[in-house]
């Protein structure tokens, strides 16, 4: 039988390993490729608490794997079609093995949907700490349906009969139209007012900027919005969040109010980009999630330095701080101050402004 040891390998954290993650979806390519393994449009699912008991939604099958691990004593693929064939004369080999589910789901995603694998990397990243995922009794949960309202929206063509664009590829693509060349929300409205005009008629392109961005919403990674002095003395941020005055130029938080309006506006706002869940990001998908760790897989070579890895100052990190350094998914970040100005404006043109954090 091939190794299947990473289906029970533990990991550091409750992080999963991308051998783990291959393994789950050549799994999947496996099962699925044998058409009696589905009853009502699901397969068998033998994650720890299913136990091959529930037929659900591959992807419901998936998540569930990723987020509870595989039931016990099933190296076997017993339940979804696998069987052992005997032979004195070598060990017992398996029909429809690993490497054969593996190969299938390498060569599945030369030709597989890219927006459905998006939105599959997108959401796995909230979906996977789930830990009650819906089934097929159950009605699924807002952050299910949204997710399954995307995978829909990445199969459906654009209309009825187009095979190059659909519903999501083409709201993505004018997505990356308007911030490439910085178009109005206006001027995205405009044009996608005439596109809708000379496509077929039933076409499923989002009628303006406010529906397209609510459809891409659930893929994007949020930000948070916190007032500053406009002076930028201070955040109005944890224990100074109800400040109405900056303590260090006295200059009020809020605009004076106009009309009858009751909402205060702050002078300015700083928008603030977490980078936790986006590190994170990076992780979920496997064409990133490679690179991320290619500090440690590459070969040096003597005197020559193509990575920060191959420098001194690495290398004495990794020697101060050896179980950081064990674990090549932990990342370590560099402040770049390329462009910024220490001598404000009177010595070399432009001024630039910038907020100093720190991350640990």
């Not at 948070?224 to 941020?237: E, H, V």
Request: charged fraction near 25%; include cysteine; proline fraction near 5%.
């Amino acid at each position: 039988m091939d190794d299947r040891s990473w289906m029970y390998r533990d990991s550091p954290q409750g992080l999963r390993r991308m051998d783990y993650c291959n393994g789950v979806q050549g799994f999947i390519n496996f099962a699925t490729s044998i058409p009696r393994n589905f009853t009502d449009g699901g397969i068998r699912c033998p994650c720890r608490k299913c136990k091959n008991l529930k037929f659900l939604h591959q992807d419901i099958v998936t998540m569930h794997l990723l987020s509870k691990g595989f039931m016990e004593d099933y190296l076997c693929w017993y339940a979804h079609g696998e069987l052992f064939v005997p032979d004195e004369s070598m060990e017992e080999q398996v029909v429809g093995s690993t490497s054969s589910a593996s190969n299938m789901h390498e060569v599945g995603n030369e030709n597989s949907n890219p927006y459905r694998n998006m939105v599959m990397d997108a959401m796995r990243m909230s979906e996977g700490n789930v830990r009650e995922c819906p089934i097929i009794e159950e009605e699924p949960n807002a952050d299910a349906t949204r997710f399954f309202d995307l995978l829909r929206d990445s199969d459906e063509p654009l209309w009825d009969g187009c095979t190059n664009h659909s519903k999501l590829s083409a709201v993505a693509q004018v997505f990356t139209i308007k911030s490439d060349h910085g178009l109005s929300e206006a001027g995205y409205d405009k044009i996608i007012e005439w596109a809708r005009s000379i496509l077929p008629e039933g076409n499923r392109l989002k009628e303006n900027f406010y529906a397209a961005k609510s459809m891409m919403k659930p893929l994007g990674l949020g930000y948070q919005k916190i007032d500053i002095c406009p002076n930028f003395c201070m955040l109005y941020y944890l224990e100074n969040a109800e400040m109405t005055e900056c303590m260090t130029c006295g200059h009020s938080r809020y605009k004076p109010r106009t009309g009858r309006g009751k909402t205060l506006m702050a002078y300015k706002k700083l928008r603030y980009f977490p980078i936790t869940p986006r590190l994170q990001r990076l992780f979920m998908s496997p064409s990133t999630a490679e690179h991320m760790t290619w500090h440690q897989s590459h070969h040096a070579v003597d005197g020559v330095m193509v990575h920060p890895s191959d420098g001194e100052a690495w290398k004495h990190f990794n020697s101060m701080h050896p179980p950081f350094s064990a674990e090549s998914r932990n990342v370590r970040l560099g402040l770049c101050t390329d462009g910024f100005n220490p001598f404000g404006s009177e010595q070399s043109g432009a001024e630039y402004r910038c907020l100093s954090s720190s991350v640990d």
